[in-house]
């Protein structure tokens, strides 16, 4: 069973005022298997924690640790953060004109695994994983993510998920942007990937409607950059009635 650990986790960006701390001392231990939820307001450094396991270079990273069974992950370069088992569903998920979306995935799937996927299995583990987004398989020649819907982006995202197969996805406000019926289809997949290969989730949202088709292990308060307050699947219902507000106020 593989862990991600990150321990006392300090991040800034730099600014015209000089560099701005985000991120001010985060523990976080996170399982194959596991779905831990991380909830909190604007401006809290959820997405901030999101880039930094990725490896965007925009963040600096102070202080502090992200390993990956033992490794440093922070010494990984991104596309060795890729093959080491990391994945990044985006919040705003980017176009990219000029490639399909099945060279995309076959190209990325090809450079994590070492070799390409034999054609005729690829072509029926994307059209099955289409099928199961419910996306039309001509989505499939049309490039990535280019005019497709808030909807259809983040469906592709889990297709990209379930096609990967990384052992740990970083969900940035999956929920965000989708209505009743494409926040089930997404979620679905999500447990789908997580039953069938064992994957351990850092599911970031503001909302608990995708916890409502997503059960989390643990969920965690992120306020002024660091945890806050954690616990179980109730806290989440807790956060629905409360809001953050007193955990604001203890900041303040």
Avoid: C
């Avoid at 965007?56 to 890729?82: C, F, K, Q």
């Amino acid at each position: 069973m593989a862990t991600l650990t990150i321990k006392d986790l300090h991040v800034s960006i730099e600014t015209d005022q000089g560099p701005k701390p985000i991120l001010r001392g985060v523990d976080l231990t996170i399982n194959q298997g596991e779905i831990h939820a991380i909830m909190g307001p604007n401006g809290s450094g959820k997405s901030t924690l999101a880039y930094t396991i990725a490896g965007h270079p925009r963040y600096t990273v102070d202080s502090g640790s992200i390993e990956l069974d033992g490794e440093n992950v922070l010494e990984m370069s991104v596309d060795e953060r890729a093959k080491a088992g990391l994945f990044l569903a985006m919040q705003y998920p980017v176009e990219i004109p000029g490639v399909t979306v099945s060279n995309f995935l076959r190209t990325a799937k090809t450079a994590l695994d070492g070799e390409a996927p034999p054609v005729r299995t690829w072509i029926k583990d994307l059209r099955g994983s289409m099928d199961a987004m419910q996306m039309d398989k001509t989505f499939a020649e049309r490039n990535v993510n280019e005019g497709f819907s808030g909807g259809e982006k983040k469906r592709h995202e889990i297709v990209q998920l379930e096609l990967l197969k990384p052992k740990f996805a970083v969900l940035d406000e999956t929920d965000s942007g989708l209505d009743v019926d494409a926040l089930k289809v997404v979620s679905e997949g999500v447990n789908r990937v997580k039953e069938s290969t064992g994957l351990g989730v850092l599911l970031i949202t503001h909302y608990t409607r995708i916890l409502r088709y997503i059960t989390p292990d643990f969920v965690h308060v992120f306020v002024d950059g660091k945890i806050a307050e954690e616990g179980g699947p109730e806290l989440a219902d807790r956060l629905e009635d409360e809001g953050y507000v007193r955990y604001q106020q203890a900041t303040a």
